[in-house]
C-alpha cells in the first residue's frame, strides 16, 4: 500500500479575517473594574458513584459559578498564521464594558483554559488515590442558574472548539449561573468504598481572577458502589430558539447585501488514507462557513408527489423574511436525508491544478456543526440545532428548511464508501485538494469583505486549496 502524507499550504486571506479590539471605558470605571466573584459550588455534600468494570467515572457535581457580572472571555486570532489571543470582557454595572488581555499562556488551545483544576480522591486514611489536572471549558451544555434571583436564560455558546479553523469564540458563564466543569468526566479506577473527592482552583488563576481561597476549592464525600445496570447515556437536547415563522415571501432577483451571507471554503484538514477492497483512499474533513451579514437559508418544497424538491434560498434582514429565490433542487439521499444538491464540491489536482480525481459527494443536508467565528457581529451563539437531526426531514416530507446560522460551518467528512478519493493509480508527486463552495453560482452571496464588500454578487463561488505529497 502506497501512503499519502499531507500538509496545508492554505490560502488565509481568502477567508477575509477581521477581528475588532473592544474599545476602552472610562478611566475611573476601569480603574474599578474587577471583574466577577469566581466559585466553586458544591451541589450536595454526598454523592453515590456506579462502578462499572473497575471503572469510576468521576463526575461530583461541583460547578463553577460567576456571581455578580458575567465572565466573559473572548478568544480569537487575527490570521491562521498568528497565535490565539484572549481578552477578558469585563461587565460593569453602568452596561458598559473594559477589554482587559490575558496572557496566551492560559489557554490549552481552543479547548479552554488549560489546568484550571485539579481534582484529587482520597480514601478514609486521606491518602490520595487518583488525580487529574482538568482544561476548563466555560462553554456548556448543562450550564444552570445558581439562585432565583439569576437571569431566566443564558445565551452564550454551549462549545468552545470546533475545526481547526475556528476563528472566534467568546468564552462566558451568565452572571449568577455556573457550569459543570467535568461535562466530560475522568474515570479512574477505584474500589468500593468511600472516598472524598475535592476539585480545587490552580493558583495561576486563582491570581489571574482574583479568586478568595475559600472559593477556590469544594469537597464531596462519594460513595462509590458496585453499578447495579448498564451505564445509562444522558441525551441532552440542545438549547435554543427557533427563528420566526415564514410569511409569504416575494421573489427578489437582487437580494440586499445586509440580506446575503458570505460562503466561506476552509481548507481539508484530517487528511489522511485507507486501504478497503483493493484500493487506496484518501480522505479528509472540510468545512465551509458562513460569514457576510446574514445566515444561509435554503428551504425545499416538494409537489404533486415528485422525488424531489424545488430549493429555494430565503433572505433575512432584521430577523425578517424580505425574499426569495429559486437555486435548484433537493433530493432524498439513501441514508435518510434531504440534500441540497449545489451546495460545495470537491477535487483532487494534480500539481499543474488539472484534475486527478473527481469527488462522488453530490448533495449536502446543510446544517450548523462547527462554530468558526461568533465573535462576527449578530453571530448565533446557540443555534436552534446543532448538526444533522432536525434539519434534515424524512422521506415523506412536504417541506425542508436547511439553515447555517452567521459564524457556523458545515463540517463535511469525505469517509463514506464511494466518496472518497480513489488514489490507487495515481503516481506519487503533488496534489491538490480543492473545496469549492456554491460551485454551481445559484446561491446568492456577498462578495469576500477583504476584496470587495460594496456589492453582491449572485454567481459568486469560492474555493481553496489543501496541498498533499504523495
Not at 432524498?332 to 500539481?351: D, P, T
Not at 452571496?445 to 477583504?450: G, T, V
Request: charged share 15%.
Amino acid at each position: 500500500m502506497r501512503r499519502a502524507v499531507c500538509r496545508l499550504a492554505v490560502a488565509v486571506a481568502a477567508t477575509g479575517l477581521i477581528v475588532a479590539t473592544p474599545p476602552l471605558d472610562d478611566p475611573a470605571a476601569v480603574a474599578a473594574a474587577t471583574g466577577p466573584t469566581i466559585k466553586l459550588i458544591a451541589a450536595q455534600n454526598n454523592i453515590t458513584l456506579e462502578r462499572y468494570d473497575g471503572l469510576v467515572v468521576m463526575d461530583p457535581g461541583i460547578w463553577v459559578a460567576s456571581l455578580g457580572s458575567t465572565f466573559q472571555l473572548d478568544v480569537q486570532r487575527t490570521s491562521y498564521t498568528q497565535p490565539i489571543r484572549v481578552r477578558q470582557i469585563i461587565h460593569l454595572a453602568s452596561g458598559a464594558t473594559h477589554s482587559k488581555p490575558l496572557p496566551g499562556s492560559i489557554l490549552g488551545g481552543w479547548n479552554g483554559l488549560s489546568k484550571f483544576l485539579r481534582m484529587t480522591v482520597t480514601n478514609g486514611r486521606g491518602t490520595v488515590v487518583a488525580s487529574s489536572m482538568i482544561t476548563f471549558c466555560p462553554n456548556t451544555f448543562d450550564a444552570e442558574r445558581v439562585s432565583p434571583e439569576s437571569p431566566a436564560t443564558s445565551v452564550y455558546p454551549q462549545e468552545c472548539a470546533s475545526d481547526p479553523f475556528e476563528v472566534g469564540m467568546p468564552w462566558a458563564i451568565t452572571r449568577n449561573w455556573a457550569v459543570d466543569p467535568t461535562e466530560f468526566p475522568p474515570a479512574f479506577r477505584l474500589a468500593t468504598g468511600v472516598y472524598s473527592i475535592t476539585e480545587t482552583v490552580t493558583s495561576p488563576f486563582v491570581r489571574l481572577f482574583g479568586i478568595p481561597a475559600p472559593d477556590a476549592t469544594a469537597t464531596v464525600k462519594a460513595t462509590v458502589v458496585n453499578a447495579s445496570s448498564e451505564l445509562s447515556v444522558n441525551r441532552r437536547k440542545l438549547p435554543g430558539s427557533s427563528p420566526p415563522s415564514l410569511t409569504k415571501a416575494p421573489s427578489m432577483s437582487n437580494p440586499p447585501l445586509a440580506a446575503l451571507p458570505d460562503l466561506v471554503a476552509l481548507p481539508a484538514w484530517g487528511i489522511s488514507t485507507s486501504h478497503a477492497a483493493g484500493e487506496d483512499l484518501l480522505n479528509f474533513g472540510a468545512t465551509v462557513w458562513i460569514g457576510g451579514k446574514s445566515l444561509l437559508d435554503v428551504e425545499g418544497f416538494r409537489t404533486n408527489g415528485s422525488p424531489i424538491m424545488q430549493a429555494y434560498q430565503y433572505f433575512w434582514l432584521k430577523r425578517h423574511v424580505i425574499g426569495r429565490a429559486p437555486v435548484g433542487k433537493m433530493g432524498f439521499a439513501e441514508y435518510n436525508h434531504w440534500h441540497f444538491q449545489q451546495f460545495a464540491q470537491y477535487k483532487l489536482l494534480k500539481s499543474s491544478m488539472q484534475l486527478a480525481v473527481r469527488s462522488h459527494k453530490e448533495g449536502f443536508c446543510i446544517a450548523p456543526t462547527d462554530p468558526v467565528d461568533l465573535l462576527l457581529p449578530h453571530a448565533v451563539w446557540q443555534p436552534s440545532t446543532i448538526g444533522l437531526n432536525g434539519q434534515c426531514g424524512m422521506q415523506t416530507a412536504l417541506w425542508v428548511r436547511e439553515m447555517l446560522p452567521l459564524g457556523w460551518g458545515d463540517t463535511y467528512y469525505q469517509t463514506v464508501p464511494g466518496e472518497s478519493f480513489d488514489i490507487t493509480n495515481l503516481p506519487n508527486g503533488i496534489y491538490y485538494i480543492d473545496v469549492i463552495a456554491n460551485p454551481l453560482h445559484v446561491l446568492r452571496l456577498m462578495q469576500n469583505p477583504a476584496i470587495d464588500a460594496s456589492q453582491s454578487n449572485p454567481g459568486i463561488s469560492r474555493k481553496i486549496t489543501t496541498r498533499c505529497t504523495r
